[in-house]
């Protein structure tokens, strides 16, 4: 199996809000069948945005079950994108100690210029989100397959301070100049927290 993960982001609210009962129901279709692993939307973002985690076989799979949801049925998704996730740390399945209450959860990724020789950082990289995963600060980690300048990581920290923290001190941030992205998420779909 593999991990897929999906962004959306809508800009057509009374359809997206019309829909959202059929997406919310096909969602917890998919958690049923064990092809969604977790979902949820962004928090306070200026555009509506969700990201899912699929966990599925093959793209085929994936394109077909996001075909699927009713708001690409209706032509609600203003865009998406499609990476697939090597998961190299953590995991995306709820932990045996639950987090602290106040935790909020950030999907963090990362990305440096393409051709950017990133193999001297690489180590550095890795036993950063080690210690992450160690100090409890980060629930799962890894690069894109399909775009190995770039990966994903989802934090688990008391707010977005923190988050920022995080991947400003990240080795491909700091030393190697990556850009990145820190949005708030909700992972209302899945078992995760």
Partial sequence: MQYYVVTFTHTKLFGWAVH??????????????????????????????????????????????????????????????????????????????????????????????????????KDAHNAYLKKLLKDKKMRAAGDYVNNPAAGLAILSVADATEAESIMKNDPYVKQLGATYQVIQWDPKFGDFK
Avoid: C
């Fill in 20 to 121: 959202l009962h059929g997406h919310v129901s096909y969602l917890k279709k998919l958690l049923k069948e064990d092809k969604l692993q977790i979902s949820g939307p962004g928090v306070s973002t200026p555009v509506r945005s969700a990201q899912l985690v699929f966990k599925v076989t093959d793209r085929d799979e994936l394109d077909k079950l996001v075909a699927g949801d009713p708001y690409s049925i209706h032509g609600l998704v203003a865009s998406s994108t499609v990476n697939l996730w090597d998961v190299k740390y953590g995991s995306m399945l709820k932990p045996e100690t639950p987090d602290p209450k106040d935790t909020k959860y950030f999907r963090a990724t990362y990305e440096f210029k393409e051709g950017t020789d990133a193999s001297a950082y």
